[in-house]
């Protein structure tokens, strides 16, 4: 390929504006940076609609008192966005280079230059890290109970966490599940009163507390867990088909190590203005969110982190 055809090709992937992420950060930075006529592109990543799309029901997000379904609010706010001309595109950022502008963008089949980016990729599931979750992940080790709870119809299952997702995939796993056994390292939940007192009245799910999950145990599926009281340092057997793992959120921030800064947990730092360390980098959502972590302040940040970045384009 000649300079000539290089030059040709990159001018044709050059982009104003970026979004790195699909959550609702990125999708409502998205419908802002739409109506402000900045025409911005979205690169989903490998989650379109982001955490929110993986969770069956919402029921805080204002303006549905009756919930709504985590894939029918992620559809809907691509909707609006695309509705006024934002560009929604399945790919996968591998890198980048934050070092000059235009920003490098590359994913697996194209190569971007940007002048603004906003970077909503947001969180994923913390592991436990004990022997056999690698090995039956996808075989029976699910941090996804929309995704996955279906498999488990009529079978025992094991949820591990304390806090909002572990008490409410739990609740919800019981739609499909036999027995949902809750086991929390500690003897008080962090999850809200709410979910702790529709825990109480589910008749299908027993709590273990003070316990810790020490392996995963099985053949070609998962048979059962072995867990050791923290208090008595009893250990015992739990027979379960099926271990959900809702123990927190590591933020997605790998692809900027050395570029953006970070605080010690990997969330990217932004000023009040939505800014990180990179002019004209903006981030918004649970990547930079290590605190309220809701759909409704994700979608605020990307609105917030969107009018800052379309004021940058126009200095
Ligand atoms: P979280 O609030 O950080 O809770 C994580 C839970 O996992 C805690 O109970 C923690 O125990 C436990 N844990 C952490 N590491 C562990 C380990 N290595 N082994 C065993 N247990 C471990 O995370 P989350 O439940 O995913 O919630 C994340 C955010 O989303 C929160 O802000 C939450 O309010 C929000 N959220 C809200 C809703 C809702 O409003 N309906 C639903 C889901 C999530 P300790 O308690 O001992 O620390």
């Known amino acids: 390929m000649s300079d000539t055809e290089k030059n040709v090709e990159k001018k044709s992937n050059h982009e104003n504006m970026i979004i790195l992420g699909s959550g609702p950060a990125g999708l409502a930075a998205a419908l802002y940076a739409a109506r402000a006529e900045c025409n911005p592109l979205v690169l989903t990543g490998t989650e379109p609609g982001g955490q929110a799309a993986l969770t069956n029901m919402i029921e805080n997000y204002p303006g549905f008192p009756e919930g709504v379904g985590g894939v029918e609010l992620a559809t809907l706010m691509q909707n609006h966005a695309e509705k006024f001309g934002a560009r929604i595109e399945m790919d996968t950022v ?12 590359n994913t697996y089949d194209k190569t971007y230059t940007a002048d603004t980016l906003i970077i909503a990729t947001g969180a994923s599931p ?18 996804c109970a929309t995704c996955d709870g279906w498999f488990f119809r009529k079978k025992k299952i ?8 572990a008490l409410e995939e739990a609740i919800f796993l019981t739609r499909f599940a ?16 709410i979910l702790q007192s529709r825990l109480k009245e589910n008749k299908k799910i027993k709590v273990i507390f003070d316990a810790v999950v020490d392996e995963i145990v099985g053949e070609s599926g998962v048979e059962k867990v072995r867990v050791h009281n923290v208090k008595s340092g009893d250990k015992s057997e739990i027979i379960t088909e099926g271990v959900f793992i809702f123990i927190g959120q590591k933020p997605n921030t790998e692809l900027y190590q050395g570029q953006l800064d970070l605080d010690e947990h990997g969330y990217v730092k932004v000023d009040n203005k939505m800014m990180t360390s990179v002019q004209g980098i903006f981030a918004a959502g649970e990547v930079a969110d290590p605190i309220f972590r809701q759909v409704v302040t994700s979608a605020g940040m990307g609105a917030a982190a969107a009018m800052q970045a379309v004021k940058f384009t126009q200095n």
């Open 94 to 105: 591998t890198s980048v280079d934050l070092s000059k502008r235009p920003f490098l963008v």
């Open 126 to 143: 913390v592991q436990l890290d004990v022997p056999g979750e690698k090995e039956y992940t996808g075989r029976g080790v699910s941090y």
């Open 158 to 165: 094991v949820v591990v966490g304390g806090g909002d997702s």
């Open 178 to 193: 036999s027995e949902v056994t809750l086991i929390h390292r500690r003897d008080q939940f962090r999850a809200g009163a």
